[in-house]
């Protein structure tokens, strides 16, 4: 997933929240969830803030895996999971953080 969602992101084919919905849509057919559905939430415009790569992640693995994402994704990023943040830290490009939320949505 995570090669998926850096390439559907470098190809500049959507958000970063969307390069992860893609992601998770190409290896879950099933899943009632696409890559459409989050085009608002890239460029921190996802709720509150939040890194939309981490937000889809989190989305997307349900309540129950969201909270570990999002702590796994926070000790990553230098303790940030908003995307101001983020990008005012240089902690971690925005490819970055896609790669990171497809891996931890993979393995959540």
């Given at each position: 997933m995570k090669q998926?969602?850096?390439?559907?992101?470098?190809?500049r084919r959507?958000?970063?929240?969307?390069?992860?919905?893609?992601?998770?849509?190409?290896?879950?057919?099933?899943?009632?969830?696409?890559?459409?559905?989050?085009?608002?939430c890239g460029g921190g415009r996802a709720p509150d803030g939040v890194c939309g790569a981490l937000h889809a992640s989190c989305v997307l693995a349900g309540a129950g895996r969201a909270e570990t994402i999002r702590e796994q994704f926070a000790q990553q990023s230098g303790g940030h999971i908003a995307c101001r943040a983020i990008r005012a830290s240089k902690a971690l490009p925005c490819q970055a953080c896609v790669a990171l939320a497809a891996e931890l949505l993979d393995h959540a």
């Open positions: 998926t969602a850096s390439e559907y992101y470098s190809q959507g958000n970063c929240a969307q390069a992860v919905a893609h992601a998770w849509k190409t290896k879950n057919p099933a899943s009632m969830h696409d890559a459409a559905q989050f085009a608002d």
